[in-house]
């Protein structure tokens, strides 16, 4: 079955850097996109970034455009999100997703069919 494992976040102040990383396991990696959400408290789950299954391409919500990167490598059945000049607002639990298709990273949150257990982000200011 299909795994996704996220891990890398943690406590750090605004400014601050932090790498995610999702492991992604029982699937052909290369042939699936993905994409990473954010959920902070009391809020719904929103798009963050998405990548294509060659990494070729990729997409950013606009309160991350410029701060945050996407990334991959297929080799290693990983995804990436670098997160740059953390702020208190970026504070949420990150999960990484991806379709049964494998073709999608937009931002519609239905449209995942696989979700990892997240990880907790917390920038403090």
């Known amino acids: 079955q299909v795994q996704l494992v996220e891990s890398g976040g943690g406590l750090v102040q605004a400014g601050d850097s932090l790498r995610l990383s999702c492991a992604a396991s029982?699937?052909?990696?290369?042939?699936?996109?993905m994409g990473w959400f954010r959920q902070a408290p009391g809020k719904e789950r929103e798009f963050v970034a998405g990548?294509?299954?060659?990494?070729?391409?990729?997409s950013y919500a606009d309160s991350v455009k410029g701060r945050f990167t996407i990334s991959r490598d297929n080799a290693k059945n990983t995804v990436y999100l670098q997160m740059n000049s953390l702020k208190p607002g970026d504070t949420a639990v990150y999960y990484c997703?991806?379709?049964?298709?494998?073709?999608?990273?937009?931002?519609?949150?239905?449209?995942?069919?696989?979700w990892g257990q997240g990880t907790q982000v917390t920038v403090s200011s």
């Open positions: 997703a991806t379709t049964r298709s494998g073709y999608y990273y937009g931002q519609r949150m239905g449209s995942y069919d696989y």
């Open positions: 029982g699937l052909t990696f290369s042939s699936y996109a």
């Open positions: 990548i294509s299954r060659n990494g070729g391409t990729t």
